[in-house]
């Protein structure tokens, strides 16, 4: 299942409808550097087959090798030999690099982040609201659709389970691959002709009390290897230290872009929808907490739930009932506080009206009593503000670690754009054309067409998209002789500059573009330009606001109609 979850190849075969890409290319990096790992361990084992060979001849023959001993066979010698000359790393470097690969591959069918069919669910919940909105499905604008989106939105705002996963997962592998490092590289040094021996596993190359010297021929080819693996190692480790800081849910850092860009969303109130801590220092000392939690608190925590859990089961019903009744007494001593209350007004009604024609100034003096008591009794059972909760950072998310992996796969402009579906925030489709900034260069009957903007999302577009131009207006003007293509100024790259005729009516045709696509389609805009500018030209100069046009022309229209009635 985790082959298929990174590869993606259900996707690739077509078979799968949405083909969500969970993996971003550091996760399938990490998956073939541990298949070159497993390729390397393979190659060694077939060249090298399932023993180190060894040869051993006379300790006379090294020198000089006239003499009659050294032509004969010395397999078997060789093969008695072979305890006593070959060293840990000589005998075992071969396994090792197989046993290291089958570690390194078999960690992906773990089922802690990929497999998981928990990840998995919580991917699909957000493909089926994004699906939903990206397609413009008109269920998308029933209102208990919305409630149900918000509720999983939610559900994915509150959760943190993709980010502890995935953090453990490359947890695991940064671990895995340090060790696996230190071990090749400690046998790999073991090869070389430099005597470095740290743990002291070389031998003398002698067997037989130095009677037979020995030669290990594949000495030289283990060094290669060694070498070649120690590299891949290295290059896995820093693939998964970058994914394991990815988790840690620092703006702006290791691809957590759109934590920077949630931050700057607000509501219609001003008020920030989102509580992200954008602080680093807070950030790691928060993940610190957590994580020293999690090693130790959490288990005294799941122990005493333990405990409590079997205690529970020698309850008998008698201690329950009184357990459901304690909870019972605050509320009817506070019934009882209200008939005392009651009781206590009557009677005073009661008694003043008996005793207001003989006792009138006694009467006066208990009267502030009286009201003063109640008064008291209300002060002490004043209700108090409840305390609320701190909203907690929401930095690991599981929706913002679905939207940063996903950027890796999908164009960061459409996830930016889906965030203003989600949220009270206007989107670019609030684009209109701009009838006070826009212009009629009279000199060269050159209309200059500027857009209003919306707001932080064409901020954050313009952001994204700044070492690409930003954002670009694309659009076309359909007049008298036809469709009239848009040229740039120099002064802003989203004004758009026409030649128009004098007299003439135009509709402008317009969309935001961004990276080449189209991310917006903005209305339709009708203008007509004078055929007499001299007016307008003492009033504006030779730079005539577009608001100018439109007034006239509806002074026109209408002075029209009313010739016409």
Not at 215 to 220: G, K, S, Y
Request: charged letters at 20%; aromatic letters at 10%; hydrophobic letters at 40%.
């Amino acid at each position: 299942m985790a082959f298929l979850d990174i590869l993606n190849i259900p996707g690739l075969l077509g078979t799968d409808l949405h083909a969500f890409k969970r993996a971003n290319i550091y996760d399938k990096l990490d998956l073939g550097l541990a298949g070159v790992v497993a390729l390397i361990g393979v190659s060694v084992l077939i060249l090298n087959g399932f023993s180190s060979p060894l040869t051993c001849v006379p300790a006379g023959c090294s020198s000089s090798g006239t003499s009659t001993n050294c032509a004969l066979d010395w397999t078997y010698q060789s093969g008695l030999c072979k305890n006593e000359v070959l060293s840990l790393p000589d005998a075992n470097f071969h396994y090792l690099l197989v046993v290291l690969a089958l570690l390194l591959v078999g960690l992906l069918t773990v089922p802690i982040y990929w497999g998981s069919n928990a990840s998995k669910e919580l991917f699909d919940n957000f493909y089926y609201i994004w699906a939903k909105l990206k397609n413009g499905d008109e269920e998308c604008k029933d209102v208990e659709w919305k409630r149900r989106m918000h509720f999983v939105l939610d559900q994915l705002k509150s959760g943190n389970s993709l980010t502890t996963r995935y953090a453990l997962y490359h947890g695991v592998a940064l671990v895995l691959d340090l060790v696996a490092l230190v071990v090749v590289g400690l046998y790999t040094l073991n090869f070389t002709d430099l005597g470095l021996d740290p743990l002291g596993l070389a031998t003398d190359g002698s067997c037989s009390n130095g009677a037979f010297t020995c030669n290990i021929p594949n000495r030289n080819l283990f060094k290669w290897f060694g070498v070649l693996t120690s590299l891949v190692l290295v290059g896995k480790a820093i693939v998964n230290l970058k994914c394991l800081l990815f988790s840690l849910g620092l703006p702006g850092l290791f691809g957590r872009n759109f934590l920077i860009y949630a931050n700057q969303l607000n509501d219609n109130s001003g008020e920030g929808i989102y509580n992200i801590q954008t602080n680093p220092i807070m950030v790691l000392l928060q993940t610190l907490l957590v994580v020293l939690k999690l090693i130790f608190i959490a288990p005294i925590q799941w122990l005493v739930a333990f405990c409590r859990f079997y205690a529970r089961k020698t309850d008998g019903p008698k201690e329950i009932i009184k357990r459901l009744s304690a909870t019972n007494i605050r509320a009817e001593q506070k019934e009882t506080k209200k008939v005392e209350k009651e009781a206590k007004a009557l009677e005073t009604e009661a008694s003043g009206d008996d005793d207001a024609a003989v006792k009138k100034g006694d009467a006066k003096k208990e009267k502030p009593k009286e009201i003063e008591k109640p008064k008291e009794e209300e002060k002490k059972e004043e209700p108090v503000s409840t305390p609320l909760i701190a909203r907690p950072a929401q930095n690991w998310s599981d929706l913002f670690f679905i939207i940063d992996i996903l950027s890796y796969n999908i164009d960061p402009c459409d996830l930016i754009l889906f965030m203003t579906k989600i949220n009270p925030v206007p989107g670019l489709e609030n684009k209109k054309v701009s009838v006070d900034i826009s212009y009629l260069d009279t000199a060269t009957t050159t209309m200059v067409v500027s857009h209003t903007d919306a707001g932080v999302i064409e901020a954050l577009l313009d952001t994204e998209l700044a070492t690409e131009g930003g954002l670009q207006i694309v659009g076309w003007l359909e007049g008298p002789t036809g469709i009239m293509w848009s040229q740039r100024t120099q002064d802003s790259p989203k004004n758009l500059a026409f030649a128009v005729s004098l007299g003439s009516t135009y509709e402008l045709v317009s969309a935001v573009y961004g990276r080449g696509r189209m991310l917006a389609r903005l209305q339709n805009f009708t203008f007509q330009c004078p055929q007499d500018t001299k007016k307008q030209i003492k009033k504006y100069g030779n730079n005539v606001p577009l608001s100018a046009f439109i007034s006239q022309s509806l002074f026109q229209k209408f002075s029209s109609e009313g010739v016409t009635a």
